[in-house]
């Protein structure tokens, strides 16, 4: 973890070595991106300043951060969190539990279907 | 309000007003034994009915419906806007909307409720000319809950976006620019709508329509949220949209049946059509919504029933049980196009579908009040091309003092949050508070 004078910095630059272990399906620009849209968030829920730009770059660093979003108690920061891991690091999501199968009198009936896929995307109703 | 009564109360209130000193022109005083206990009881219960249609049963529906960083801010629109309206409304509110003045606004006679009067040793009190069988305070009240409503149906239209001073500030502007203006149009036997004859039993057109013209041009002027259209907005829990739409289907007895200002037929034949056309809409939306999409949904029995409620609204005291089936009917099922494919078609994020259900719903209900009005009930002849004027001037007349009102808000204190504060969530960006 980066840190200056026990606050943590916004960096701007490049100078650092790359990463060693951070996935590279991505553009730089597309992890910087998400790194940003993480220090958005941190920034509101948790008061946290962070280094955007070296996050996207190191994956120790990110792995740091992930922590800090997973303790911020936060709907979007987990999502973003998970997205980051998934994406960045290369860390393969965790499988959805099981449905547990519904029983309605006794009777066994088949879970429920998920959201159609678009849903509230544009339309509420 | 309806036009017999209001007839009924300018006869009353004509001969009151020849036995008693000359006060301020919209208000009269009589004697405590003029006054109808059983009209009172009813019009303070309808009075309360109406109140908690906005608070709880508005700010409850919307809060189920935004993003859960956002759920607070929206409830505390409605709460705010039930404050600072009740202010207006007794400054200055109340004395534009129904005091005599010229067809198209009252007058100042009754600023501060001037002229509102109990006096208990004189065995005196005040009533309006609309309302001649309860005290005025009990009609200020009532209308006050109507003025209030109105506006806060209108921060769904802008919800999760609009800054909450710019908010109140609109309110405030919008409530005596254009509410005030509105209810005297049609309320106020003076009212250029009035004198033409439309039908507005309970507010199609003062409330509805009003209200929906002015969310879509909020919708069009705050711009669409972030995200819109390529990320999903999970509402935050549909639960409370089912208790609020509940609170607002119980509530609009007290706004329908309460129009009739008495405890009277006419008041049982509105509750009983209200109920049928809310009942008849929930079921055309989601059997709409089962062909479309081979489910129902509970948001969409909940839409549903609003819009039914909306649309019997101006019908509520002039139709029977056959028009309030077909206006239900009607209502469900053109409802769920202004919500969906309406809505697509006209571009705007209308966040919780004012527009699509309080706009379109007023216009059917408005419309279909002059082809199911039956003079039987309501005691005079409906005219489509009337009910269209009233609709169609008022849709123009909101939409145009809307677009101006935020034009002049856009360009000195601002409309919308900024970027980092609407990805935050207006709750702890805007008022340090947050669900947890």
């Given at each position: 973890?980066?840190?200056?004078?026990?606050?943590?910095?916004?960096?701007v630059?490049?100078?650092?070595?790359?990463?060693?272990?951070?996935?590279?399906?991505?553009?730089?620009?597309?992890?910087?991106?998400?790194?940003?849209?993480?220090?958005?968030?941190?920034?509101?829920?948790?008061?946290?300043?962070?280094?955007?730009?070296?996050m996207?770059?190191?994956?120790?660093?990110?792995?740091?951060i992930?922590?800090?979003?997973?303790?911020?108690?936060?709907?979007?920061?987990?999502?973003?969190?998970d997205?980051?891991?998934?994406?960045?690091?290369?860390?393969?999501?965790?499988?959805?539990?099981a449905p547990?199968?519904?029983?309605v009198?006794?009777?066994?009936?088949?879970?429920?279907?998920?959201?159609?896929?678009?849903k509230?995307?544009?339309?509420l109703? | 309000?309806?036009?017999?009564?209001?007839?009924?109360?300018?006869?009353?209130?004509?001969?009151?007003?020849?036995?008693?000193?000359?006060?301020?022109?919209a208000?009269?005083?009589?004697?405590?034994?003029?006054i109808?206990?059983?009209?009172t009881?009813?019009?303070?219960?309808?009075?309360?009915?109406v109140l908690?249609?906005?608070?709880?049963?508005?700010?409850?529906?919307?809060?189920?419906?935004?993003?859960?960083?956002?759920?607070?801010a929206?409830?505390?629109?409605?709460?705010?806007?039930?404050?600072?309206?009740?202010v207006?409304?007794?400054?200055v509110?109340?004395?534009?909307?129904f005091?005599?003045?010229?067809?198209?606004?009252?007058?100042?006679?009754?600023?501060?409720?001037?002229?509102?009067?109990?006096?208990?040793?004189?065995?005196?009190?005040?009533?309006?000319?609309?309302?001649?069988?309860?005290?005025?305070?009990?009609?200020?009240?009532?209308?006050?809950?109507?003025?209030?409503?109105?506006?806060?149906?209108?921060?769904?239209?802008?919800?999760?976006?609009m800054?909450?001073?710019?908010?109140?500030l609109f309110?405030?502007?919008?409530?005596?620019?254009?509410?005030?203006?509105?209810a005297?149009?049609?309320w106020?036997?003076?009212?250029?709508?009035a004198?033409?004859?439309?039908q507005?039993?309970?507010?199609?057109?003062?409330?509805?329509?009003?209200?929906?013209?002015?969310?879509l041009?909020?919708?069009?002027?705050?711009?669409?949220?972030?995200?819109?259209g390529?990320?999903?907005?999970?509402?935050?829990?549909?639960?409370?949209?089912?208790?609020?739409?509940?609170?607002?289907?119980?509530?609009?007895?007290?706004?329908?049946?309460?129009?009739?200002?008495?405890?009277?037929?006419?008041?049982?034949?509105?509750?009983?059509?209200?109920?049928?056309?809310?009942?008849?809409?929930?079921?055309?939306?989601?059997?709409?919504e089962?062909?479309?999409?081979k489910?129902?949904?509970?948001?969409?029995?909940?839409?549903?029933?609003?819009?039914?409620?909306?649309?019997?609204?101006?019908?509520?005291?002039?139709?029977?049980?056959?028009?309030?089936?077909?206006?239900?009917?009607?209502?469900?099922?053109?409802?769920?196009?202004g919500?969906?494919?309406l809505?697509?078609?006209l571009?705007?994020?209308?966040?919780?579908?004012?527009?699509?259900?309080h706009?379109?719903?007023?216009?059917?209900g408005?419309?279909?009040?002059?082809v199911?009005s039956?003079?039987?009930?309501?005691?005079?002849?409906?005219?489509?091309?009337?009910?269209?004027?009233g609709?169609?001037?008022?849709?123009?007349?909101?939409?145009g003092?809307?677009?101006?009102?935020?034009?002049?808000?856009?360009?000195?204190?601002?409309?919308?949050?900024?970027?980092?504060?609407?990805?935050?969530?207006?709750d702890?960006?805007?008022?340090?508070?947050?669900?947890?």
């Open positions: 973890m980066a840190a200056e004078g026990g606050m943590w910095v916004a960096r630059g490049n100078g650092r070595a790359p990463p060693g272990t951070g996935e590279v399906s991505m553009t730089d620009g597309d992890k910087l991106a998400l790194s940003t849209r993480m220090y958005v968030r941190l920034r509101h829920c948790t008061g946290r300043i962070t280094d955007a730009m070296w996207a770059q190191n994956a120790d660093y990110a792995r740091e992930l922590k800090l979003a997973r303790r911020g108690g936060d709907d979007e920061l987990l999502r973003l969190a997205r980051f891991e998934e994406v960045v690091l290369g860390v393969k999501p965790k499988p959805a539990p547990s199968p519904a029983y009198n006794g009777v066994e009936h088949e879970a429920s279907p998920l959201p159609i896929p678009g509230y995307t544009g339309s109703r | 309000m309806n036009l017999s009564s209001r007839s009924r109360g300018l006869r009353a209130a004509g001969a009151a007003m020849a036995l008693l000193p000359a006060g301020p022109a208000a009269a005083s009589v004697a405590f034994d003029q109808s206990a059983g009209d009881a009813w019009m303070l219960s309808a009075t309360a009915l908690l249609m906005t608070i709880p049963g508005l700010a409850l529906f919307y809060a189920g419906m935004v993003r859960k960083k956002n759920v607070l929206t409830t505390l629109q409605s709460f705010a806007v039930c404050a600072l309206v009740t207006l409304w007794v400054v509110g109340y004395s534009l909307a005091t005599p003045g010229s067809p198209f606004i009252g007058g100042f006679d009754q600023l501060l409720l001037r002229g509102l009067s109990y006096f208990k040793e004189a065995g005196q009190l005040s009533v309006s000319p609309i309302a001649p069988t309860i005290p005025e305070s009990v009609f200020v009240m009532y209308q006050l809950t109507f003025a209030i409503i109105t506006p806060a149906l209108i921060t769904g239209a802008f919800a999760e976006r800054r909450f001073s710019a908010m109140l309110v405030t502007a919008w409530s005596l620019l254009v509410y005030a203006p509105v005297h149009w049609v106020e036997p003076g009212g250029w709508l004198t033409l004859g439309a507005d039993f309970a507010g199609g057109t003062v409330v509805h329509i009003n209200a929906g013209a002015a969310g041009v909020c919708a069009y002027m705050l711009g669409r949220r972030d995200g819109y390529s990320e999903p907005f999970m509402p935050y829990n549909l639960a409370l949209t089912l208790m609020g739409a509940s609170l607002l289907w119980v509530g609009w007895f007290g706004f329908n049946a309460g129009s009739a200002v008495a405890a009277d037929g006419r008041a049982g034949m509105a509750m009983l059509v209200t109920q049928v056309a809310a009942a008849t809409a929930v079921l055309s939306w989601m059997l709409v089962w062909i479309m999409r489910r129902a949904s509970l948001l969409g029995a909940c839409s549903g029933a609003v819009a039914g409620l909306v649309a019997i609204t101006p019908a509520s005291g002039f139709v029977d049980v056959g028009g309030a089936l077909a206006i239900g009917l009607a209502a469900g099922v053109l409802c769920y196009w919500a969906t494919g809505k697509r078609l571009g705007a994020d209308d966040s919780l579908d004012v527009f699509g259900i706009g379109v719903g007023g216009m059917v408005a419309l279909l009040t002059g199911f039956s003079k039987a009930i309501s005691g005079a002849e409906a005219s489509m091309l009337v009910q269209a004027v609709a169609f001037a008022t849709f123009f007349y909101s939409a003092m809307t677009l101006m009102i935020l034009l002049l808000l856009r360009f000195t204190v601002g409309l919308r949050v900024n970027g980092d504060e609407e990805q935050a969530g207006l702890l960006a805007l008022h340090g508070e947050r669900i947890v």
